[in-house]
């Protein structure tokens, strides 16, 4: 596997290195063992898949707040999507910063979202799915997320017309002291 960072502290991108033959191809997608060696958390302990029907659905910026914070390794299985990560660890070098990586059922690729990080995607086409591993499991006390167009973030959507649930439209905008 190749593991590229990106601009939020912590946050790769995962590519898989394919072998390929007649058949087709064969690659890792994980391994406990490459994370690790990366100071990755390779304790993934839940798999959740989202399916969303339409081009244009736009879901997040979610996250779990302390004690229950995740690490996610998000990848697109069908379709293709506009991944979105942003940094709300205060501490950060990259904090209140954002990073975007298109991923899809034909890249393969997948991105490793550290704990602290708010986590959205805007599908971009339809019939998308995306398959999520994280480190915690889901904890409805701890989950909460941040406005996708709040302007303290001014995060580039490629489209602006989007299908969004009331939840997530209706977050609170970020207040940076709380």
């Not at 960072?5 to 994980?30: I, Q």
């Not at 979610?62 to 996610?72: A, I, N």
């Not at 979105?84 to 205060?90: C, E, H, K, P």
């Not at 709040?150 to 939840?167: G, K, Y």
Request: proline letters at 4%; hydrophobic letters at 35%; charged letters at 25%.
């Amino acid at each position: 596997m190749k593991f590229t960072t990106l601009s939020v502290n912590g946050c790769y991108l995962v590519e898989p290195e394919t072998l390929h033959d007649e058949r087709g191809f064969f690659a890792r997608t994980f391994c406990s063992d490459e994370f690790s060696a990366h100071g990755l958390n390779p304790g993934l302990v839940q798999c959740s898949v989202s399916y969303n029907k339409h081009r244009g659905t736009l879901r997040g910026m979610h996250y779990q707040k302390p004690p229950h914070e995740e690490e996610k390794l998000v990848r697109c299985t069908a379709g293709a999507i506009f991944d979105v990560i942003l940094d709300l660890r205060r501490l950060s070098d990259s904090y209140l910063h954002w990073a975007s990586i298109e991923l899809s059922a034909e890249n393969h690729k997948a991105v490793y979202i550290p704990a602290g990080c708010a986590h959205g995607f805007l599908t971009l086409k339809d019939g998308s799915e995306i398959f999520y591993q994280m480190s915690e499991s889901y904890n409805p006390e701890s989950a909460t997320g941040v406005r996708w167009n709040d302007p303290a973030f001014n995060i580039e959507w490629p489209d602006a017309s989007v299908i969004i649930s009331d939840r997530d439209k209706n977050f609170e905008l970020w207040d940076d002291t709380t």
